[in-house]
């Protein structure tokens, strides 16, 4: 029998539903592809960029060196307070404790935003347990039950009152704390640990009033009574029981924050208080070892800790309550439909907002001293004292120590000498441990410079040298030398206050007195602690002492390069600025809730085309672009010898012959699409490369890929350790490498303006000198690591304003500006070599201040000098953050976010074209110049693995990925196409057979 052939059927139902299918794959993956292909400079920004190839060893080794670090800068971060008859260092046979407080479940590494960590690998309780010290599971297991974790811990998505939330059960609710559970705490331990946190963060500024949970699931309970920076009364309840029923009371606070500690001093049993600070994701390891001996906390206070918040000078005019509202301002920005994303749900703006910083030069210690020698205090008189000491509880660099030491000041020579404009005042202490035990102390040099009423504000007191010793065994000595320019000492005169005809950085005439001292308040008892020098006549500075350029009024009156005075006094705002003359009339006791807006600060709500139009100047030259020259700065990842050069000097003349080679199109994909890393440019051989958040933690905050979470900010400045935080930057840097970046968004020092700032965490100190000193260490260790910074947010972006830092009016003199908020930034351009900074998203006055023509280009480049690039902050909204604006203001580079953006108006002309290679040249300049200060770090300590690796793409990238993904749709569509065109010609021939036969 013949076998038959096997008849081929169709199957149209099968072949249809794959048709069906691989279209709307074809059409999904077609979408996709366009949508990917929008967003691939950001993409690249994060997985795309070429990569450093790090070994499995070399990253391992650099994270046990970076947690060691971080343990090392939490333990000098660690400031002890108190410490009644030496309970601290607890005994060593001592290995049980209780440890008391909500928080102690919820032990916080790091503010709320991009500033903190990403995780708490070590918290108190974990570094206890490694340490060898149990505690009463008991008690936490109750407070996890009561509360596991913080509910909202994410200020970026929530608000204020709801990231301030505060969890405490009440001592004496029997339903948490059971008679049973009280008595075996007391038989566990006589040794109490009560720990007290508070969180901030991006934002959200601290809450004025309580927002609190004292029962299981219960309603939030508030308490208008007490700011989230006091304690709570169930707190307070807490420490008067541990108090009364053990033997040794440890208070450890863990906050973003300041806060008011006076009860610490007044309930009995109080023996000993450490501000713990902020550890990052490992540091608290170090905590169990402050509190046992095995290190000693050397930390000294980052800001002035007073009894009552409100005596501050900014207060009135700080965090929610402390933003205006401008009362004819709807229709303008933020007013005109515009969202705030970063609250818990959608919010429409509803107000344009205003803050003042009326406070003007005195905030933090420079309030408390200056008001204090003006005997605004003397009235003063509770149960902490009388006077200042009834203010004042820990002063701005205050800390005791396990140990003592004895202070002789072995070089005052400068003692009765006349000051020169160019000179020095120096002074050498010789710094004696007399205890049992090894510790580190700091020395402080403070200045006072002559005062007339009335005339320029002054302070009575300003920090102008620090030295940390090292590590002292006891009867070991260190001599460390403090040294201040007299040129440090100038203050800034916008109005000609002193009438001399002159405005601008000046000395007056008279006794400048020079103090060595423990504190901002106390004065060293050594004979020489006090040194008096003379100026016999008034000295100006007309020109930047570091680099010659002219310096005038850059935001003054008639001299406002933005077109309305910083001050307010061409615009109506009619504030009121503390002045020393008058401290008790000045001081602001209330902020001004609203006002009208004048038609000048209207006008410059939002950038528009005629402002991009009469920007042109007709006289611009027309620039070359697209040349043949055949100069490249990198060579598969290496940089060339030219490169090189150009990193060194931003004036070397073969940059225009370089600049020359680029395209239109490559400067604006490199200036628009900054978020996340600069572009690609191959006409001169620069590859992709991946920038960074955040300050504490390299790729914590949006990377792919993060380095080791250290303390915070403001822990860092508690260690007045300038070579510590040189290390940081530089292990910083390393793990930004490491991981693929090679620029960092960080570090930021804006200052403590009030103790309410919701980033004062990732912000240094109220001080601008400490601020200075130790964010441009860190910037010098990253540089040295090979890594560039955008150090930010400049300039004021020194509080959240409630919830309204998005285009906030922010208004001050110019004095206050320079002295107090610039400075930090000028020392960083001026002698930490920082070559780039980030913007912020307040107004300075009246304008952005990344538009700020006078910010951007008359301070920072026509007298600091700085060559390198300026970096907007995420751009959530371009009609305010304006690509076009920044760049002509002086910007380098547009953080235009994920979706990108694009040149709002004109781009024709010269000016624009200038501008825009100008850009560029700065951005590679910043790019390249911190690879030479890598080189040449690695030659000075002749060690060639200090070398960053040169950084080469993968061969196989995510583009590779998605046209793979679009080959295999496009086949697969061919393919069920194939088979439904087989299906119809196998039914004809069907057809066709069954009519044949």
Not at 455 to 477: N, R
Request: aromatic share 10%; net charge negative.
């Amino acid at each position: 029998m013949t076998k038959q052939p096997k008849v081929r059927k169709p199957h149209p139902v099968l072949h249809g539903i794959g048709l069906v299918l691989s279209v709307i794959l074809l059409v999904a993956v077609l979408v996709g592809t366009y949508v990917l292909s929008t967003m691939a400079t950001i993409i690249d920004s994060f997985i795309g960029a070429p990569s450093g190839h790090y070994s499995d060893a070399e990253i391992a080794d650099t994270k046990v060196k970076a947690e060691a670090l971080a343990a090392d800068v939490e333990a000098e971060g660690t400031v002890l307070v108190r410490n009644n008859d030496n309970t601290l260092p607890l005994a060593a046979d001592n290995k049980k404790i209780n440890v008391f407080g909500w928080a102690s479940t919820a032990w916080l590494g790091g503010g709320s935003g991009s500033g903190g960590v990403s995780g708490v690998n070590t918290d108190l309780l974990a570094a206890l347990t490694a340490y060898g010290v149990a505690y009463n599971t008991e008690l936490t297991d109750m407070y996890k039950n009561f509360q596991d974790g913080r509910e909202y811990t994410r200020t970026l998505s929530a608000w204020p009152e709801q990231s301030g939330r505060l969890y405490e059960p009440d001592i004496n609710n029997q339903t948490y704390y059971t008679q049973s559970m009280l008595d075996n705490a007391k038989s566990f331990s006589d040794t109490a640990v009560v720990v007290i946190g508070r969180l901030a963060g991006e934002s959200n500024d601290a809450t004025k009033q309580q927002y609190k949970r004292t029962e299981k699931g219960g309603d939030i309970v508030v308490d208008d009574t007490r700011t989230m920076l006091e304690l709570t009364t169930e707190e307070e309840n807490l420490l008067n029981y541990v108090g009364a029923n053990y033997a040794h009371v440890v208070v450890l606070i863990n906050s973003t924050n300041v806060m008011e500690l006076g009860q610490i001093e007044t309930i009995p049993g109080m023996d000993a208080c450490l501000i713990a600070g902020l550890s990052g994701s490992e540091g608290a390891t170090a905590v169990p070892e402050v509190l046992w001996g095995d290190r000693e906390p050397s930390g000294r206070t980052a800001d002035t800790w007073a009894y009552d918040l409100t005596t501050a000078a900014s207060y009135a005019n700080a965090g929610m309550e402390g933003v205006g509202k401008y009362s004819d301002a709807d229709g303008l920005y933020p007013a005109d439909g515009t969202t705030n994303g970063n609250l818990d749900t959608p919010y429409t703006y509803e107000q344009v907002s205003y803050v003042d910083y009326a406070e003007g030069i005195y905030i933090g210690y420079k309030w408390y001293e200056t008001a204090d020698a003006e005997g605004y205090w003397d009235a003063e008189s509770n149960e902490h004292g009388t006077g200042y000491d009834a203010v004042v509880q820990y002063p701005f660099g205050y800390g005791l120590s396990y140990t003592s030491f004895d202070w002789k000041v072995t070089d005052a020579a400068a003692n009765g000498s006349a000051l020169t404009k160019d000179g020095n005042v120096t002074v050498k202490v010789t710094v004696t441990n007399t205890g049992d035990r090894a510790g580190k102390d700091v020395v402080q040099l403070y200045y006072t410079a002559p005062y007339t009423a009335g005339k320029i504000e002054k302070s009575s007191v300003e920090l102008g040298a620090f030295a940390k010793t090292k590590e002292l065994a006891p009867g070991e000595s260190e001599e460390v030398t403090l040294t201040i320019p007299v040129s440090d000492m100038a203050s800034y005169d916008a109005y000609d206050a002193n009438h001399n005809g002159f405005t601008g950085y000046e000395l007056d005439a008279g006794d400048y007195i020079f103090t060595v001292r423990h504190d901002a308040h106390d004065v060293d008892d050594d004979a020489n602690a006090t040194i008096t020098c003379s100026l016999p006549a008034g000295v100006q500075y007309a020109e930047d002492t570091a680099t010659g350029n002219a310096v005038s009024n850059k935001f003054t009156g008639n001299d406002a390069i933005d077109g309305v005075s910083l001050d307010g006094s061409d615009s109506d705002q009619n504030i009121t600025y503390l002045t020393r003359a008058d401290f008790a009339g000045t001081f602001p006791k209330t902020n001004t809730p609203t006002r009208a807006m004048t038609d000048n600060v209207k006008a410059l709500n939002l950038y528009t085309a005629d402002d991009a139009n009469g920007w042109i100047n007709d006289a611009d030259e027309a620039i070359t672009t697209g040349a043949k020259n055949g100069l490249k700065i990198e060579d598969n990842g290496e940089t060339t010898d030219l490169g090189f050069r150009l990193g060194s000097d931003f004036n070397d003349p073969r940059w225009d012959a370089l600049l020359d080679q680029l395209t239109v199109d490559e400067m604006e994909n490199l200036y628009i699409n900054a978020y996340g890393g600069l572009a690609e440019l191959k006409s001169v051989g620069k590859s992709k490369s991946k920038d960074a958040d955040g300050p504490a933690q390299i790729g914590g905050f949006t990377g792919m890929g993060a380095g080791t979470g250290f303390p915070s900010s403001s822990t860092l400045a508690q260690t007045w350790n300038a070579g510590l935080a040189q290390e940081e930057g530089r292990t910083i840097g390393t793990q930004a490498l490491q991981n693929g970046y090679t620029g960092w968004y960080a570090p930021a020092t804006n200052m403590h303006r009030s103790p309410f700032n919701g980033r004062n965490y990732e912000y240094y100190s109220e001080d601008s000198l400490l601020s200075g000193v130790i964010c441009g260490n860190t910037v010098t260790g990253a540089n040295q690591a090979g890594v560039y910074t955008y150090v930010k947010h400049f300039i004021c972006n020194d509080g959240e304003s409630g919830i309204y830092r998005d285009s906030v009016y922010t208004w001050m003199t110019e004095q206050t500006l320079r002295e107090t908020y610039l400075r930090p930034f000028q020392m960083l351009v001026e002698d930490y070599d920082a070559v780039g900074l980030m913007s912020s998203y307040n107004r300075i006055g009246a304008v952005w201040a990344g538009g700020s023509e006078a910010l951007l280009t008359g301070i920072l480049r026509d007298e600091w000098g700085f060559d390198g690039a300026v970096i907007t902050d995420y751009c959530d909204h371009h009609s305010y953050m304006n690509g076009d604006q920044a760049l002509r203001a002086g910007g380098s580079l547009w953080m235009a976010g994920f979706t990108g953006g694009e040149m709002a108006f004109e781009t024709g002309s010269n000016s624009y074209l200038q501008a825009l290679r100008r850009a560029t040249k700065e951005a590679l300049y910043m790019y390249l110049h911190v690879r030479v200060t890598n080189r040449d770090y690695a030659d000075s300590i002749g060690d060639t693995t200090a070398v960053r690796h040169a950084f080469t793409t993968s061969v196989f990238g995510w583009r590779h990925l998605v046209a793979l993904i679009d080959i295999v749709a496009v086949v697969l569509f061919a393919l069920a196409v194939c088979g439904v065109v087989i299906d119809v010609k196998l039914r004809k021939a069907a057809k066709t057979e069954k009519k044949n036969s």
